[in-house]
């Protein structure tokens, strides 16, 4: 009963609209000693098996996650965290996926000093949210947990992470307060080195898998070598073949080196309600700008996330471009992000639903997800100068679903 994603494209809502009551109106609460029924893959079918799609949720088990969401957040405004984090759980227990419900979990679980328990339901949540509105919020939840844990790199990350989604002052005041200025997101953050050979950066990968989302399911890497405008350019995929999460890597050989230069994409399958994310490279074309070797990379990304037991279906499809200039020597290769050419995103009705199948609460977050629906879309130009310099320009759309890191001028060299 689960619309079609191009029919929901009518009707989508400009990026999820927050409803959490946190202390940087991040994300609240949730449950400290949930047995991870939303944060652990419990609740999740094992690779093979069939996934719980949204639409196979019965109407009253909806309906109780809904009063079980809303009543967590009831409990969250009046500070008792262990109340909201048990009804939190129970909603985990029909949506273990939900974004919403797990940037709540990790806010109340930081509350409630679980801090292992908040970078948990933090991860999983990042994994399943893909809509600015919604990942700025956990972003910070993931810097408030660095900063308890005494981290403060982590947590200048995750802080600026969050501003390059969305400028907010209780961020920015965050972020000073550690010492930082806004960034991107890293991907990944361990690996940064130079290796021998592919081989050898898929061994560091494999053994940094706690980076990832996967649901202890095995964790591969794999090398491959599109056409990409450069043989010196290459792919590497790491992450899981089933169920969890896999990285596209952009990589570049520099004399006998080989080294990561930036994500392109990522899937993500937990198996159930809906939520289904995808990347694809789509290869690159190389030119010549003022005697040095350009390559333009090409890839696109397609999310599709559900919430709130299916009553919500947030989207993100961006079409990415990634410029680099290609050197032989070590760190000679210098890329921009990459740069969100065209991009439609937002989140509205996720499910098809018979009225009659409705509680009066239900129906009424379902008018809500409705009276907001809407779309939004971003287009881009970028321009490489003389001098190496690329700029990027809005053409159409909303400013706020191009990170401000991205409309950085970006240096190429000099």
């Known amino acids: 009963m689960r619309l079609p994603a191009l029919l929901f494209l009518s009707f989508l809502v400009t990026g999820c609209p927050r409803t959490e009551t946190s202390s940087q109106d991040a994300a609240p609460p949730v449950r400290p000693d949930a047995s991870l029924a939303a944060t652990t893959p419990s609740a999740s079918p094992s690779a093979g098996s069939t996934s719980r799609d949204a639409g196979a949720v019965s109407s009253q088990a909806r309906a109780a996650a809904v009063h079980d969401l809303a009543e967590g957040r009831k409990l969250s405004r009046a500070k008792d965290w262990p109340g909201a984090i048990r009804a939190f759980d129970r909603a985990l227990a029909v949506a273990p996926d939900d974004a919403r419900v797990l940037s709540e979990v990790g806010w109340a679980a930081f509350q409630s000093n679980d801090l292992a328990r908040a970078e948990i339901a933090n991860k999983r949540a990042l994994a399943n949210a ?107 995929g790491w992450g899981t073949e089933g169920l969890g999460g896999r990285q596209h890597l952009l990589t570049v050989r520099e004399g006998n080196r080989v080294r990561i230069l930036t994500e392109l994409g990522a899937d993500y399958e937990p198996g159930a309600f809906g939520v289904h994310n995808s990347a694809k490279v789509n290869g690159g074309e190389k030119r010549t700008v003022n005697g040095h070797t350009v390559v333009v990379v090409r890839s696109e990304q397609d999310d599709n996330d559900s919430n709130m037991a299916g009553l919500e279906l947030c989207i993100n499809h961006a079409k990415l471009e990634t410029v680099c200039a290609l050197g032989d020597a070590a760190g000679a290769t210098t890329c921009t992000p990459p740069i969100p050419v065209w991009t439609e995103t937002g989140c509205g009705p996720g499910l098809d639903l018979d009225p009659a199948e409705l509680d009066d609460e239900t129906k009424k977050e379902l008018a809500d997800i409705k009276k907001r629906a809407t779309k939004s879309h971003t287009k881009t130009t970028w321009n490489l100068a003389d001098t190496g310099v690329v700029t990027v320009t809005i053409t159409e759309g909303s400013r706020d679903l191009v990170p401000a890191s991205v409309l950085t001028p970006h240096p190429l060299w000099r």
């Open 130 to 236: 893909k809509t600015p509105a919604l990942r700025a919020p956990i972003l910070y939840n993931v810097g408030r947990v660095a900063e308890a844990r005494g981290k403060p790199d982590a947590a200048k990350k995750a802080y600026g992470a969050s501003l390059a989604l969305r400028d907010n002052a209780e961020v920015k005041k965050r972020l000073e307060g550690v010492g930082g200025a806004a960034s991107t997101e890293d991907a990944p953050r361990s690996c940064a080195t130079s290796f021998a050979d592919t081989t050898a950066l898929c061994a560091c990968l494999v053994d940094h898998k706690d980076e990832i989302m996967t649901f202890d399911e095995k964790v591969t890497c794999k090398a491959s070598t599109p056409a990409l405008g450069d043989p010196r350019l290459g792919v590497v």
